[in-house]
């Protein structure tokens, strides 16, 4: 995998499993193959636990919303994944940055570049791009979704516009203190 110097790929991947974990080992592999990643690892009856697990521990992560905190919690991670930066050139891909070792099993793959991707993407792009959907925030809504933030401007705080729109509906009676309970937009009053 290409981890581009903004290390978007790999969180990208990182969040995708964590909003909707596949059922097995097949369906991780499918979902790294279509964030450009080649899975030439040797499978292991264990990869899809650890991999979850790896997941699970990339949420303390996403949760943790001090800047301090966020990087202790990464830099924990990456010493114990990452390797050396190592230059390879293999499938065609050209040469690009390794930052692990070879032969290791796809989890501690995936440990190594979602902790390096995520490091990059947040000191590339802001140590606060990282979270989870705002409508999420709001008492009874039930979105957990992680939000990675590419945007330029770098405002995105909801997972979808379905969430978006849900929470600005939300805001709007709110104050107009129109009734709530449809799950649709306030109609506008009838003029006739
Ligand atoms: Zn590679
Ligand atoms: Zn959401």
Redesign the pocket.
């Known amino acids: 995998?290409?981890l581009n110097p903004y290390g978007e790929y790999a969180v990208l991947l990182a969040a995708s499993l964590a909003n909707d974990m596949p059922e097995g080992r097949s369906g991780i592999e499918e979902r790294a193959r279509t964030f450009g990643m080649?899975m030439d690892f040797i499978p292991t009856p264990e990869d899809h636990e650890l991999t979850r697990r790896v997941i699970e521990d990339w949420l303390r992560v996403v949760d943790a919303t001090d800047p301090q905190e966020r990087a202790a919690l990464l830099n924990q991670q990456m010493a114990a994944a990452a390797a050396y930066p190592r230059l390879?050139d293999?499938?065609d891909?050209g040469w690009?940055l390794?930052y692990r070792d070879t032969n290791q099993g796809m989890p501690h793959v995936f440990r190594a570049i979602f902790s390096v991707g995520t490091a990059l993407h947040l000191t590339t792009r802001g140590m606060h791009r990282l979270g989870r959907c705002a409508a999420g925030e709001d008492p009874g809504d039930p979105c957990r979704a992680v939000v990675v933030d590419v945007t330029r401007n770098g405002r995105q705080r909801y997972c979808s516009v379905r969430c978006a729109n849900r929470a600005a509906v939300r805001r709007h009676r709110a104050r107009t203190g129109a009734p709530s309970g449809n799950g649709q937009k306030p109609q506008r009053p009838s003029v006739n």
């Open positions: 995998m290409h080649t390879v293999h499938d891909e690009h390794h």
